[in-house]
């Protein structure tokens, strides 16, 4: 901590992810300042240290006060973790514009693409953030159920930012015995890797809501991390990255677990709900949704081809049978399965 010079930190966000990581740096020794929106929330907090809707069952470190106030839980800090939706990026980030009178480092850590402008997340703030205000901009991601997190189980996750020194200092901030953290310069591979692995987690929880077994769902997680690597390389990432905690490893965990919102909603699809009816009964933003229409536009305009991606956005936007969408994906026409790497290769090799 003392090699940070960090000793109070404002978590915007107050739901899963904000308050687990929250907990990480507040049992690190950190004043934690979480906001959220809802000041029945944040009465909570302040007073029996719960955050029932999103971690039942878990009690918050004392040195963790809720704020209502933006520009109270903003004022004086140096350090800023975003926690908030991929479509309230832009609002609140405003939001703190208006309020901040010194430059700070932000550390951003949801996981999505903005569909239209194609924009990555850390794009998003610096084009609503000047340049003046914005010391550093960091990603964090990683295969990281804030579940499990919350309860101290053992979690690792990469930062990344263009400046690796900013990241080294969001490594030593975050890790302690629970929560191990690596640093990756490749800021593209982990934010496009921490997306895309949504809308890979919604066709496995298809498959799974259909009845299909583990052969389905692994060749889908395979198949589907080669459809990640292809468009992120495209997009200048760098392929190795796909191997690691923000694609291979975030991809498994989102793909097989219970706690995966995007998952879960995939497997409602799969027996039969409609999108409207599975995003009103989630009751969390499922972010797998809106990256999947992202990620298709992006696989046009880069020329790559993702089978898996492009069938998921004709079931979610335009009601296509999911059933029908998976057994055209198994019959599709034959391929060599090493084309696919020699491609990633070839495009990285001739940047």
């Known amino acids: 901590m003392n090699e940070t010079n960090i000793d109070t930190i404002t978590v915007i966000g107050a739901g899963s992810w904000g308050t687990a990581l929250s ?58 973790v975003l926690a908030v939706p991929t479509k309230a990026i832009r609002e609140v980030v405003r939001q703190m514009v208006e309020i901040l009178k010194k430059p700070i480092t932000l550390v951003h850590v949801s996981k999505g693409i903005e569909p239209d402008t194609l924009m990555r ?46 990241a080294e200092k969001i490594q030593k901030l975050f890790m302690n015995q629970h929560f191990r953290v690596y640093t990756n ?35 889908l997680i395979t198949r589907g991390l080669a459809e990640i690597a292809r468009l992120g390389t495209k997009m200048g990432a760098n392929p190795l990255t796909f191997s690691g905690l923000a694609g291979l490893g975030d991809l498994i965990v989102t793909c097989t677990s219970v706690h995966s919102r995007n998952w879960r909603a995939g497997n409602l699809l799969g027996k039969g709900k409609n999108l409207n009816e599975v995003l009103e009964n989630m009751g969390m933003v499922v972010e ?40 055209e994906l198994m019959t599709r026409m034959r391929t060599h399965e090493m084309e696919d790497l020699s491609g990633i290769l070839d495009a990285r090799m001739n940047e």
């Not at 300042?33 to 719960?50: K, M, S």
Request: aromatic content about 6%; some cysteine; charged content about 20%.
């Open 185 to 219: 310069p490749d800021m593209i591979g982990v934010e496009i890797g921490g997306a895309l692995k949504n809308v890979i987690a919604l066709a496995a929880g298809i498959s799974d809501g259909l009845g299909y077994g583990d052969n389905a769902k692994a060749a």
């Open 121 to 166: 997340i850390s794009e998003m703030i610096e084009e609503e953030m000047p340049s003046r205000l914005l010391t550093d901009l960091i990603v964090l991601s990683g295969p990281s159920h804030a579940e499990e997190v919350s309860q101290r189980q053992p979690t690792t996750v990469t930062v990344s930012s263009k400046n690796i020194k900013a």
């Open 23 to 80: 907990m990480v740096l507040a049992d690190n020794g950190c004043h934690v300042r979480l906001w959220g929106h809802n000041p029945q929330q944040i009465v909570e907090i302040n007073e029996h240290h719960t955050n029932k809707k999103y971690l039942p069952n878990v009690i918050l470190p004392e040195n963790i006060k809720g704020f209502a106030s933006m520009e109270e839980a903003l004022n004086g800090v140096e350090l800023i």
């Open 288 to 327: 797998g949704v809106r990256t999947t229409k992202a990620a298709y536009q992006l696989s046009q305009n880069y020329n790559v081809k993702m089978p898996i991606t492009t069938a998921l956005y004709q079931v979610l936007f335009h009601n296509y049978d999911p059933k029908k969408a998976v057994d």
